[in-house]
């Protein structure tokens, strides 16, 4: 089993940075890709990026592409998601998530992680 715990969320303005970061513990020996994720007030949980065990591969949904980084630090057993440039529209919950089974591409779907933190929040104001 693997915990996560997410932190690093907050109140800032559009156009500002912001870095999430996600602890894991647990069974961190296996090789899991990391996810994140986000959910605004009465929509459905979507794929922000995701990033392989070694960090060599990444994916980004196309509306953070160029504007987020997702990185990891094993030794550390942390993840991170870099936030440059915000918009209103990123307001939302932040969750990390790990696939302790991945497949040969990155998943960007809820059902094919296995294990989520609790969420931070992120609100991005004018």
């Known amino acids: 089993q693997v915990q996560l715990v997410e932190s690093g969320g907050g109140l800032v303005q559009a156009g500002d940075s912001l870095r999430l970061s996600c602890a894991a513990s647990g069974r961190t020996s296996s090789y899991y890709a990391m996810g994140w994720f986000r959910q605004a007030p009465g929509k459905a949980r979507k794929f922000v990026a995701a990033i392989t065990w070694s960090g060599g591969s990444t994916y980004y949904a196309d509306s953070v592409k160029g504007r987020f980084t997702i990185s990891r630090d094993n030794a550390k057993n942390m993840g991170y998601l870099q936030m440059n440039s915000l918009k209103l529209e990123d307001t939302a919950v932040y969750y990390c998530?790990?696939?302790?089974?991945?497949?040969?591409?990155?998943?960007?779907?809820?059902?094919?992680?296995?294990?989520w933190g609790q969420g931070t929040q992120v609100t991005i104001s004018s």
């Open positions: 998530a790990a696939d302790i089974y991945p497949s040969t591409t990155l998943a960007t779907m809820t059902a094919d992680y296995d294990y």
